[in-house]
């Protein structure tokens, strides 16, 4: 089913952050149906980096063709500001959808932009925004590529401001809408009071963020129709990689950590060894 048709559904669709393919391999064999990928992900992975637009778009679009070989399942992926004006952005699409994702999230910042949970961002005027999302619109192979237009005017312009970008927004043709970092459930309820069944509403979960952290459930229930998680999996991991080099530097040794690890043939089942060399051997001697 395409991206459209399940946003249609009732249920909500969650997204959890991935960055490359073995997170994008893991989030499948876990059963999600969507996958997002995070820009501040892969600057937190790639480059050890925060989130404060030093990736570029070739490293995404990158990211993602690996992404779209490793899994079949559909990637929203983080377009940040579309990497300048609307020309940029328009590059930025046809780059993204080659590579294949499903839909592009795209943002109201300046570049380069910052993530939207730090303090001291700057917004491009709502009419540019409009015209970059139209022009994102006009430059789309399918229709079925979605933009998801992203404001972060909450934290610089106000929130009614943010919600008369968001209508700008609409208007100018985006598919779904992403009201950056609201401060509380009330301000949630307003963003979905005024658009839910108008178009898709996502809602995003960054632990230790500005907006209120809920279930997909809640979000649900709240009227929202994505659910993001996207940095939840490296702020485990990091933890993880942190416990893991800090064992083997005290013990000279894996052993102490064997319990927290895979071993050769775990690590081996959830990367498909075994069905990638039979699949190799039905290849083998093909000539006849
Ligand atoms: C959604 C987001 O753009 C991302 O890059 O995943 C970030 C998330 C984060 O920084 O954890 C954001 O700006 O909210």
């Known amino acids: 089913m395409g991206l459209r048709d399940r946003l249609a559904a009732d249920e909500i669709l969650v997204a959890p952050g991935v960055y490359d393919g ?15 990928l995070s820009g501040a992900a892969v600057a937190y992975t790639r480059l050890g980096r925060p989130d404060i637009g030093l990736s570029t778009s070739s490293e995404m679009a990158d990211t993602m063709a690996l992404i779209a070989d490793r899994v079949a399942l559909p990637v929203i992926i983080d377009a940040d500001t579309g990497f300048g004006n609307a020309l940029n952005a328009q590059r930025t699409m046809r780059l993204y959808e080659r590579a294949g994702a499903s839909a ?44 998801i237009a992203r404001t972060d005017a909450i934290a610089v312009e106000g ?3 943010a919600l008369e970008r968001a209508e700008a927004y609409v208007t100018a043709g985006a598919d779904a809408l992403f009201i950056e970092a609201p ?3 009330d301000q949630m309820t307003r963003i979905t009071d005024q658009f839910a069944g108008r178009l898709p509403l996502l809602a995003n979960m960054v632990e230790g963020g500005a907006t209120p ?27 993880t990689a942190q416990d893991y080099y800090a064992s083997l530097h005290a013990h000279g040794s894996n052993t102490p950590f064997k319990q927290r690890m895979f071993d050769f043939d775990g690590l081996n089942d959830v990367i498909g060894t075994d069905a990638m060399l039979a699949e190799g051997r039905k290849w083998e001697g093909a000539d006849g």
Do not use: N
């Open 104 to 147: 592009l999230q795209v943002e109201d910042q300046t570049y380069p932009k910052r993530c939207g949970h730090l303090s001291d961002k700057t917004l491009i005027p709502r009419s540019e925004m409009a015209g970059k999302i139209a022009a994102m619109a006009d430059a789309r192979a399918s229709d079925d590529t979605l933009i």
């Open 183 to 185: 401060r509380s459930r």
């Open 22 to 36: 073995l997170t994008a391999a893991l989030a499948s064999q876990a059963g999600f149906e969507a996958l997002y």
């Open 213 to 239: 952290i809920s279930t997909a459930s809640e979000l649900q229930e709240l009227g929202f129709s994505i659910a993001i998680f996207p940095g939840g999996i490296v702020r485990a991991l990091a933890r």
């Open 159 to 161: 929130f009614d401001a």
